[in-house]
């Protein structure tokens, strides 16, 4: 096995999900299986290749900066799950 | 008269003529969802009311002797990852079930200009991670030709739909096949556009650099109608091309002579379903007969493209779910503290294809796997992409099977998900090269499923791809059959 409940219980975490413990270990085999099945790009000689992010040729795109209209406030808050005082509202942060 | 079954571009010669309103055609495609939609399940959301006073609209400026655009008064259909303001998105996911988008898409906008008749959102795989639409969080959608069979996904409630009569057009997404492979699976015609062809903007990002928008429709005629509507560069979108919109419908000329047919070995594999096989090869055949030259190539980095396609997509995939924290928009799960709240928000509200994909992209991101994973992939994306670029340097177009076997049954896959994505094979390798591809209906199995044949272009070349479907299309009918739906059709 390459995945360990460690590496798992640390990539959900990174992940904000909680994996059901008795998830794990079907998780933990999906994710081994899958990389072992994506280890044949090991084979590729990529010394000399360049990464790809996008497929096509696309280089710092500018535009003039100007005031547009853009949502008002009420618009944007009116999908909140809470809000408060034209605020998105979220359980407490910091202790008292 | 029964209405729902024909293209657009008929339908809209019918409009001008005066020989039906647009509400009666809408009345005619709600009498077909009323017959039909409790078997296949298209939609998430219908609009009826909307569509109807849409139609009503429509006729009243026919009357008063106004000219109509194309798609004015013809309804349609649109996948629920695109916004539509003030119509529910729900991305078939639990997260977002009651969002409403305060905007409009790009494409919506661009759409909405023409005053067509919107019938409502259609069914997907959740935030499209998938090819079966079995991994919506609400409902399975289910395959016009056979209801014991998947559509294909991710855009499969917009190919059912359209294959079922129960929108005339629709538009899809695709990642890594999304539109193509229903479109083969429902035996409509499916274009992803080259990316950047078509604006992003206020498309639900899955996976940024290999989502494109694109039309499912009846045939080539209306695909190319629709991607003149919704073409064009979106400075909201700074990665959308900038290369001017010819008009598309020039492209529909039936001539392939001397054109360029390039054959690759490496997509007709093993394990590949003969009668795909022996479909596909016929069309070509088809074409060679037409007056095309016919030749084989070969994409060395093809068997890398599924493993570079399936750590690229849930990387990208990883980041853009991020947003879902239960803070600005979508559902909220509680907790005792902000950390506990969205990780309880994610936990019970994103499905497991979505949560297996997002652990896959975290862990190819994460430190230590990095470089042996994504950095790897984003390298080995490169050479599919060249990969493309030497063989386009003999050939015009590309032309293999757009999936490996027909529709099939619902539950089937579902356990493997590693079986699920080689289903992708013919697929994914066009979205990592950026470059437009077209499936149309080729023939069928003989179970009496559709069989779809894929053409690829170089990128901006949509006119070719047209022109090669249109040709193929006027040489046979697959494309003017429809779905029998257990007797029900008119």
């Not at chain 2, 289910?142 to 538009?171: D, F, L, M, R, Y």
């Not at chain 2, 959308?240 to 390039?262: A, E, H, N, Q, R």
């Not at chain 2, 994610?346 to 230590?368: D, H, M, P, Q, T």
Request: aromatic fraction near 8%.
């Amino acid at each position: 096995m390459k995945v360990t409940k460690d590496d798992l219980d640390n990539v959900a975490v990174l992940s904000r999900l909680t994996i059901p413990s008795e998830e794990a270990p079907q998780y933990i085999e999906q994710l081994d299986k899958f990389l072992t099945y994506v280890d044949n790009l090991a084979q590729v000689d990529t010394e000399e290749v360049r990464p790809t992010t996008y497929a096509l040729p696309i280089q710092n795109v500018f535009r003039d900066d100007v005031v547009k209209p853009s949502l008002d406030r009420e618009a944007a808050l009116s999908n909140a799950p809470l809000k408060e005082d034209g605020y998105f509202k979220v359980p407490k942060v910091l202790e008292d | 008269m029964r209405l729902y079954n024909k293209p657009a571009h008929v339908l809209h010669d019918m409009l001008v003529s005066g020989e039906i309103t647009s509400v009666q055609l809408t009345q005619d495609v709600l009498a077909r969802i009323d017959e039909v939609e409790g078997d296949v399940r298209a939609y998430l959301t219908l609009t009826r009311d909307e569509a109807l006073a849409q139609a009503k609209a429509v006729d009243a400026k026919i009357a008063a002797g106004e000219p109509i655009s194309f798609l004015e008064g013809i309804p349609g259909a649109i996948k629920d990852n695109i916004c539509t303001k003030g119509v529910k998105t729900t991305c078939a996911s639990k997260i977002l079930e009651h969002f409403v988008p305060p905007y409009d898409a790009t494409v919506m906008t661009k759409i909405n200009k023409e005053n067509p008749v919107i019938l409502g959102k259609t069914n997907m795989d959740e935030f499209a991670m998938g090819g079966s639409t079995e991994n919506s969080g609400f409902f399975p959608t289910h395959n016009p030709w056979n209801t014991e069979c998947v559509p294909g996904g991710s855009s499969g409630g917009s190919a059912a739909a359209v294959a079922a009569g129960t929108a005339i057009w629709a538009i899809g997404s695709d990642t890594g096949g999304s539109i193509r492979q229903p479109a083969s699976f429902c035996g409509v015609v499916g274009m992803k556009p080259t990316y950047g062809r078509v604006s992003r903007y206020g498309l639900v990002a899955y996976a940024s650099s290999l989502d494109q928008i694109g039309p499912l429709t009846r045939d080539v005629t209306d695909c190319a109608h629709l991607l003149n509507i919704i073409s064009g560069h979106d400075e909201m979108d700074s990665t959308s091309s900038d290369v001017p919109v010819p008009d598309y419908t020039k492209s529909l000329v039936s001539d392939v002579k001397g054109l360029k047919i390039g054959l690759p070995r490496e997509y007709f594999v093993k394990g590949m379903d003969p009668e795909v096989e022996k479909t596909v090869r016929a069309a070509i055949d088809q074409f060679r007969s037409m007056g095309a030259e016919v030749v084989d190539i070969s994409l060395p980095h093809t068997d890398y493209a599924i493993s570079t396609y399936y750590l690229i997509a849930p990387a990208e995939a990883a980041t853009n779910l991020e947003r879902y924290d239960g803070v600005s928009y979508g559902e909220r799960v509680d907790g005792e503290d902000l950390v506990e709240m969205m990780t309880n928000t994610r936990s019970e509200l994103f499905g497991e294809e979505v949560k297996r994909r997002i652990i896959i992209g975290n862990y190819a991101l994460s430190a230590g796997y990095y470089d042996a994973y994504y950095l790897k992939a984003m390298k080995v994306r490169t050479l599919v992409q060249q990969d493309f670029t030497v063989a386009f340097r003999d050939v015009d177009v590309i032309m293999a099977p757009t999936a490996p076997t027909p529709a099939y049954k619902i539950g089937a896959m579902i356990d493997d998900p590693l079986q699920m994505y080689l289903q992708d094979a013919c697929t994914v390798p066009v979205n990592l090269a950026g470059l437009p591809g077209i499936s149309i209906p080729c023939g069928f199995s003989s179970q009496n499923m559709p069989i779809g044949l894929q053409i690829i272009g170089k990128p901006l070349g949509e006119e070719t791809l047209l022109r090669a479907a249109y040709t193929y299309e006027q040489s046979q009918n697959f494309h003017q059959q429809m779905a029998n739906l257990g007797g029900k059709e008119a």
